[in-house]
Every structure is written in structure tokens, then in C-alpha cells.
């Protein structure tokens, strides 16, 4: 085992068994995920096959009813079906140039496949951190086939438009002859802060992707969603990437249940991360974006190196089963480190003044470190 995978083992194992968990959740093993799975099974229902029947096709039809969306395709990855999505927009446009903000998701961590894969380019729509505005699409100096638009922006700290601000840069987008991509990755829980449903949301763009593991605790997967002729496409696509796999019965169930269980609590976790960055804001030299989050994950930032944050937090874990948060990453600032906060099932047993008293116990950590 290399250290680095020893690390992950370690720090899964620390989390895994402590009894308070602020950041996170207390990370489930095979065989709790196999009983997920397992719970999901109402009858005895035929497996998929080749991406056809079985669970994966309840799955399509049920993102589809929740979306409003005249079909879904299940994919084995956000990644894979992101790419298809925005070839189908230039295909049908005629147009090769993507409209992507510099944090979008192809743009940071895909290694450059949407131009590699599908030879499209990138019209870059603002340097600010947030989504565009739709003053700043109307200004864009060559026409665009897609714009795509990260709900929320994650690599920006989970920031989201307003709804008014959403329609208005959909409509200037759609006035300049471009499609509308949703990668909705996060959707889920953007509903509370858009004050829509997931269908009017769904609404506003030509397709949307959405995934089943970031938020709803699924194993992988991820479904693309539109109209007819969108997804008969991304099928064929979807074949030609690779990803129509033997069978998805797994993912798709985990998918379920997260869709089933963990998708009626994201209003809740949303809710109660604003107490959580509020008292976490009141830490010394803290600082939290956005304030108060849109959404249940924020970014807080914290006067110290990162690898004494999280030797804080791996020693506070394995010492006093207690998690803060982990993830810590060193900043362009010296000495000051910034975390991604996630608030799920398990900080609801936290009110203000337990985060309090737990941020109380990690820095105490810190300092005798």
C-alpha cells in the first residue's frame, strides 16, 4: 500500500468511527452499502441490460418525472455525459464554441476532454467568481452553440444566481442562438436558495445533467436529461464513449434509495448549514463564502497551514471520535488554508453551541500542536 493510499485508509477510518461528525458524513463500508442496495430491492426485478430494463430504467423514468423532462439517460459518469450534452449542442447549432465559466467543471478537472474527445473550444463568459450575468453573454464577442451553467458553481464555494438572474441569462443566451446545459451535478439541493422546483428549473435549459453520488449518497452514476431526440443521441454517444455498461443495476439502485431517502433532507441540511457557517464564522480569522451559504456547502478559510489543519482534525477524530473538518488545502496566501464544508445528516445533531464547542476543541488542538 502506497502512503498516500494508507492516508485515505486512515483518515476513512478515523471518520468512519467517530460519534460526532461536523463536515460530512460518517463514511459507510461495503457491506453498509451493500444493505443500501439491498433495501432498495422491493421485488425481484429483472437486471438491466446494456443500459435497458431493470433498475436503471426506473431510474431514468423517476429523474424524469422529478425534472419534467421528456426523457433521461442514465450514464456511468457526470464526465461522459457533460461531453455529450455539449457535442449534441454544436452538432445541432453548427457551432463548435462552448460557453464555460474558467471554474466549470470541463474546464478544471477533466484533463481538457471536451476539446480532446469532441474538438469543441471554450468561449470563456467571466472571470468573476460566480455564473455569468446576461449582460456579460450579450457581450461575448463570437457566437456560441452551448452555454452551460454550473448550478451551483462549485470550485467559485457553491454559489448560486437568484432566479431572476437565471432567467435573464438563459434569455440572453437563447437570443444569441445558443443552447442552454445545466450541469446540475448539485441541483438537487439549489431548489431551496431558486425558491423553484426541480422541473421549473429543469425548465429554463435544453438539457441538464445531474448526478447521484455528490449529494444523495449514491455509488456512481449520473443521468442526462431533455428531450427525445437529445437522449436518442446521447445513447449512441454514450455506446461509442464506452459507457454502456453489461449491467448498472448496483449504481442504479444505490441511486434510488438516495432519490428515496437522502433527497426529502437536502432542504434541511441547507437550512442548517447557515447555523453552522455562522458559528463557524465566529472563529478567529475566519472567514466563510458565501455568507450565509446557498446551499448546504460553504468554504471556510482558516489562519493556519493546511497540514496543521488537518493533523488537528485527523488527531481530534482518532483521540476524541469527534470529525471538525477535513480536506484543508494551502491557500495562494501563506498560512491561511481553505476547506470545503459539507453539512449532511449527522451535523443535525450539532446546534451552535456544540459546533462552537467542537471548533473549541479542534483549535485547542491546534495550538498545542
Known amino acids: 500500500m502506497t502512503g498516500a493510499r494508507a492516508e485515505l485508509v486512515r483518515r476513512f477510518a478515523a471518520q468512519r468511527g467517530c460519534d460526532t461528525v461536523l463536515s460530512g458524513i460518517r463514511p459507510p463500508s461495503i457491506r453498509d452499502q451493500l444493505a443500501v442496495i ?3 430491492v422491493t421485488d425481484d426485478p429483472v437486471p438491466d441490460f446494456y443500459g435497458e430494463g431493470g433498475p436503471v430504467e426506473e431510474l431514468e423514468g423517476r429523474v424524469a418525472e422529478l425534472l419534467g423532462t421528456e426523457a433521461v439517460a442514465f450514464f456511468p459518469t457526470g464526465t461522459m455525459a457533460q ?14 464554441a462552448v460557453g464555460l465559466h474558467p471554474l466549470n467543471h470541463p474546464l478544471l478537472h477533466e484533463r481538457d476532454a471536451y476539446a480532446v474527445l469532441t474538438g469543441l473550444r471554450a468561449v470563456r463568459t467571466t472571470d468573476a467568481p460566480r455564473n455569468p450575468t446576461d449582460e456579460e453573454v450579450a457581450a461575448l464577442d463570437e457566437p456560441i452553440g452551448t452555454l452551460m451553467l454550473e448550478l451551483p458553481l462549485r470550485d467559485a464555494g457553491f454559489v448560486l444566481p437568484s432566479w431572476d438572474e437565471l432567467g435573464a441569462v438563459v434569455a440572453a443566451a437563447r437570443a444569441r442562438g445558443a443552447r442552454v446545459h445545466l450541469d446540475g451535478a448539485r441541483l438537487w439541493e439549489s431548489t431551496v436558495h431558486l425558491g423553484r422546483s426541480l422541473a421549473e428549473i429543469a425548465a429554463l435549459a435544453d438539457s441538464t445533467y445531474v448526478s447521484f453520488y455528490k449529494s444523495l449518497g449514491g455509488h456512481s452514476g449520473a443521468a442526462l436529461a431533455g428531450d427525445a431526440e437529445l437522449v436518442r443521441y446521447a445513447r449512441a454517444w454514450r455506446h461509442r464513449h464506452g459507457g454502456t455498461l453489461f449491467q448498472q443495476w448496483p449504481a442504479a439502485l444505490a441511486a434510488l434509495a438516495g432519490l428515496t431517502h437522502e433527497l426529502p433532507r437536502l432542504a434541511g441540511y441547507v437550512a442548517h448549514a447557515k447555523v453552522v ?5 465566529a472563529l478567529p480569522g475566519a ?4 455568507a450565509p451559504p446557498h446551499t448546504h456547502q460553504f468554504r471556510l478559510w482558516l489562519p493556519h497551514p493546511a497540514e496543521a489543519l488537518n493533523a488537528a482534525n485527523l488527531a481530534l477524530a482518532e483521540e476524541e471520535k469527534a470529525w471538525f473538518v477535513g480536506g484543508w488545502r494551502d491557500t495562494e496566501v501563506p498560512g491561511i488554508a481553505l476547506a470545503e464544508v459539507t453539512v449532511a445528516g449527522p451535523a443535525l445533531e450539532l446546534d451552535a453551541d456544540r459546533v462552537a464547542d467542537l471548533a473549541g476543541r479542534f483549535l485547542r488542538r491546534l495550538a498545542s500542536a
Open 38 to 40: 439491498g433495501a432498495a
Open 83 to 96: 461531453q455529450v450534452a455539449l457535442r449534441y449542442g454544436a452538432e445541432v447549432t453548427g457551432r463548435d
Open 277 to 281: 457557517a455562522a458559528a463557524l464564522a
Open 287 to 290: 472567514r466563510v463564502h458565501p
